[in-house]
T-cell receptor, first 112, second 113 residues
Framework: NAGVTQTPKFQVLKTGQSMTLQCAQD?????MYWYRQDPGMGLRLIYY???????DKGEVPNGYNVSRLNKREFSLRLESAAPSQTSVYFC???????????FGSGTRLTVV | KNQVEQSPQSLIILEGKNCTLQ??????????LRWYKQDTGRGPVSLTI?????NTKSNGRYTATLDADTKQSSLHITASQLSDSASYIC????????????FGKGTMLLVSP
C-alpha cells in the first residue's frame, strides 16, 4: 500500500548514544516533516523539508538534525540522545502547502 | 500565540450513540482546518479538510462543521462503532508557510459495547 514508512518502530537508547530515524514515502510528495508527540501535548514540528534539497527548522529543532536524501527519503538524526528526547516520532508527507498530510505509524523512542 | 483547544479531553459513549467533539482556535491568518483520527499506536489519519469558505464536510459517519467567524469547529460522529475508539485531533493551518500547522491535544473517545 502507498504511504509513509518509518523505521524502526521501537528503540531504546542510552543517554549520549546517537541514532537515525528513517522515513520514506512513495506518493511522490514534495514536502516531508518530522514531528514528536508527547503525552498531554499536541504534535510539535521538529524539522521539515518543503522540497527536495531544502530543510528548515520547526518549533523544536534543538538536539536534532535532518537529511533529505532524495525526494522519497527524509531522515532524522539524534547526535547525542537525552532523556528529554523520549517521545513518539512521526514522519509525514504532503503534496505541498494546503494539502493533506499522510503520517507514518511512528517510532517510539526511549532514552534512559 | 496560535492555539487550538479541544473539548472534552476524553469521552465515553455507548456503541450506536452519536457524539460531538469541539475545537476552538486562535490561529491567524487562517488557511484550513483538519480533523484527524489517531488509533492507539498508529499515526494520525485525515478525516476532513475545510477551507475558510466551507461550513460543513462529511466523510461517512463523520461530519465536520466550521464557523470561521467564531473560530470554532465541531466533529459529529453518527451511530458510533467500537472502531471509532481513538484520539481525534483538530489541526489548524495558517497560510504563511509550511511550518504553520497548529495541533490540538486531541479528544480521546472510547466507544463502549
Amino acid at each position: 500500500n502507498a504511504g509513509v514508512t518509518q523505521t524502526p518502530k521501537f528503540q531504546v537508547l542510552k543517554t549520549g548514544q546517537s541514532m537515525t530515524l528513517q522515513c520514506a514515502q512513495d506518493m511522490n510528495h514534495n514536502s516531508m516533516y518530522w514531528y514528536r508527540q508527547d503525552p498531554g501535548m499536541g504534535l510539535r514540528l521538529i524539522y521539515y523539508s518543503a522540497s527536495e534539497g531544502t530543510t528548515d527548522k520547526g518549533e523544536v529543532p534543538n538536539g536534532y538534525n535532518v537529511s533529505r536524501l532524495n525526494k522519497r527519503e527524509f531522515s532524522l538524526r539524534l547526535e547525542s540522545a537525552a532523556p528529554s528526547q523520549t517521545s513518539v516520532y512521526f514522519c509525514a508527507s504532503s503534496g505541498g502547502q494546503g494539502y493533506g498530510y499522510t503520517f507514518g505509524s511512528g517510532t517510539r523512542l526511549t532514552v534512559v | 500565540k496560535n492555539q487550538v483547544e479541544q473539548s472534552p479531553q476524553s469521552l465515553i459513549i455507548l456503541e450506536g450513540k452519536n457524539c460531538t467533539l469541539q475545537c476552538n482556535y486562535t490561529v491567524s491568518p487562517f488557511s484550513n482546518l483538519r480533523w484527524y483520527k489517531q488509533d492507539t499506536g498508529r499515526g494520525p489519519v485525515s478525516l476532513t479538510i475545510m477551507t475558510f469558505s466551507e461550513n460543513t464536510k462529511s466523510n461517512g459517519r463523520y461530519t465536520a462543521t466550521l464557523d470561521a467567524d467564531t473560530k470554532q469547529s465541531s466533529l459529529h460522529i453518527t451511530a458510533s462503532q467500537l472502531s471509532d475508539s481513538a484520539s481525534y485531533i483538530c489541526v489548524v493551518s495558517g497560510n504563511s508557510g509550511y511550518s504553520t500547522l497548529t495541533f490540538g491535544k486531541g479528544t480521546m473517545l472510547l466507544v463502549s459495547p
